[in-house]
């Protein structure tokens, strides 16, 4: 590395961490001040420095502007993978990372459980909108104009007697998912699973994607599942951090089965 271009990555270190004048700057990195203001001028002209009014030096937005660059094109799918195969390992269940476009979740990665009984899901695939905790989580993104439209072009087939069957039931559901930080299928697509989902935020602060465990029945019960979802929760909240997110998401733990069974409430 030359050695402008080296001092030049010195004072941007050091202009980011709070070092602000001319005279600080070059006490620093030890070179005369007229060096200094030269690299300044070059940083500030593409915009990796700014200068206020009293010759302060700051950050410019050439540097954010790279920094959201590159957290956007992270994969999701890459950044996920390592953290999904020990949840995987960890709960010895099958997990799902899901995303979503245009009205559509799709699964985009999958870790296989110990158990013989599999589900029927594969990457690629779309999840059923009204029947799976991925897609509860993911539609928990969406504004209320957006949402309303979506859930207005589900095909609300019921798949078991706890199957959600209208707009406003699937809608009622995604909010109250959102609100607590995650989402079930409590027997919804299959009789015999039950799943958790919970939200993977980007640097943006919007969701990225959905992780899900599934388990079923005869391997545990629906209180079972519900236990795992600390779990699950510090996986995506890892998968989130790696991605750039610095907030806090939201989780509510349960404390008692959050919507009875639909074959109990509808006889």
């Not at 989402?183 to 969701?207: K, L």
């Not at 089965?257 to 109990?264: F, I, L, M």
Request: proline share 5%.
């Amino acid at each position: 590395m030359s050695q402008s271009l080296s001092r030049a990555l010195d004072l941007l270190d050091l202009v980011s961490n709070g070092t602000r004048t001319l005279d600080a700057l070059a006490e620093a990195v030890g070179v005369h001040k007229t060096t200094v203001l030269r690299l300044l001028r070059t940083l500030e002209e593409h915009g990796y420095v700014t200068r206020d009014s009293e010759y302060r030096y700051h950050v410019g937005s050439t540097v954010f502007t790279l920094a959201q660059t590159a957290l956007d094109t992270r994969d999701v799918r890459g950044v996920a993978s390592p953290v999904l195969r020990a949840l995987g390992a960890a709960t010895g269940q099958t997990v799902h990372l899901a995303a979503y476009d245009g009205g559509t979740v799709t699964y985009i990665d999958k870790v296989e459980s110990r158990q013989p009984l599999r589900m029927y899901s594969r990457v690629g695939l779309p999840a059923a909108l009204h029947a799976t905790a991925v897609a509860k989580v993911l539609l928990g993104g969406l504004d209320d104009a957006e949402l309303a439209r979506v859930a207005s072009t589900v095909d609300f087939e019921r798949f078991t007697g706890n199957t959600i069957g209208s707009p406003a039931e699937l809608i009622e559901e995604v909010r109250r998912s959102a609100e607590r930080g995650w989402a079930q299928d409590h027997e919804e697509h299959e009789t015999f699973m039950n799943c958790v989902g919970a939200p993977v935020f980007g640097a943006d602060g919007r969701i990225a994607a959905a992780v899900s465990v599934s388990v079923p029945n005869v391997v545990l019960p629906y209180e079972g599942v519900l236990g795992l979802l600390p779990a699950l929760h510090d996986a995506t909240a890892r998968i989130s951090a790696e991605l750039g997110f610095t907030g806090n998401s939201p989780f509510l733990p349960p404390t008692t089965p959050s919507r009875p069974s639909r074959k109990d409430t509808d006889d």
